[in-house]
């Protein structure tokens, strides 16, 4: 039973900083696009406030969780942040290349 109360206190935990991760993208994403340096400065210590929670809570689920289950965990908020700003497309990101070339000369 103290398996599964364990389960169900590291479930609500990764809730929690799932959606302080999606208020901190939010805060990020709003300071990018305003033009008062003020209100820019202030979004983005909300965004830094929010991070700091998020690694904290990160740590508990980390130590909380059995040595077993441990896989790392990868925050997807920011994966493609870059792509989003500049508009580029990601065509090369679709080639594929073989591991190794056999026979060349």
Known sequence: MQNKKNQ????LMIQ????????????????????DEIERERLMQAAEHYGRIVNAEQGKIDSTRDPRDKTPVVDTTDVNSDN???????DEDDTVFPEFITGAK
Do not use: F
């Open 16 to 35: 929690r900083c799932h959606k302080w991760r999606q208020k901190r993208k939010q805060y990020m994403d709003q300071a990018r696009q305003t033009s």
């Open 84 to 90: 989003a700003e500049t508009n580029e497309s990601t």
């Open 8 to 11: 169900s206190s590291v479930g």
